[in-house]
């Protein structure tokens, strides 16, 4: 099972960035992203099942980000607009088999910087 974060990079705040998880190995029942900054803990940001598409975010980011899948590609996006200098962190993605919210999977982290 592979997980393959890719798409952080440095943007001034109100930017946008599209990350993207390209999974592989066997079959999920939904990807998340999540984020850690600095000093402080990891926190969930979206997620989305892989059949049916249903989605759910934090509040933190709920208007200005969006998930997606394509599931030809078996890739999951995560499309940041607006974005503040508080969305700094490290983002990583993550599948889970279940519909029990307990990731399984992790991949790396991409780092996104929002300069303010």
């Known amino acids: 099972v592979q997980l393959q974060a890719s798409g952080g990079g440095l943007v001034q705040a109100g930017g946008s960035l599209r990350l993207s998880c390209a999974a592989s190995?066997?079959?999920?029942?939904?990807i998340g992203w999540f984020r850690q900054a600095p000093g402080k803990e990891r926190e969930f940001v979206a997620d989305?099942?892989?059949?049916?598409?249903?989605?759910g975010y934090a509040e933190s980011v709920k208007g200005r980000f969006t998930i997606s899948r394509d599931n030809a590609k078996n890739t999951v996006y995560l499309e940041m607009n607006s974005l503040k200098p508080e969305d700094t962190a490290v983002y990583f993605c993550?599948?889970?088999?279940?519909?029990?919210?307990?990731?399984?999977?992790w991949g790396q982290g991409t780092q996104v910087t929002v300069s303010s």
């Open positions: 993550a599948a889970r088999v279940t519909s029990i919210h307990l990731y399984n999977y």
């Open positions: 190995g066997r079959t999920f029942y939904a």
């Open positions: 989305i099942r892989w059949s049916g598409g249903n989605t």
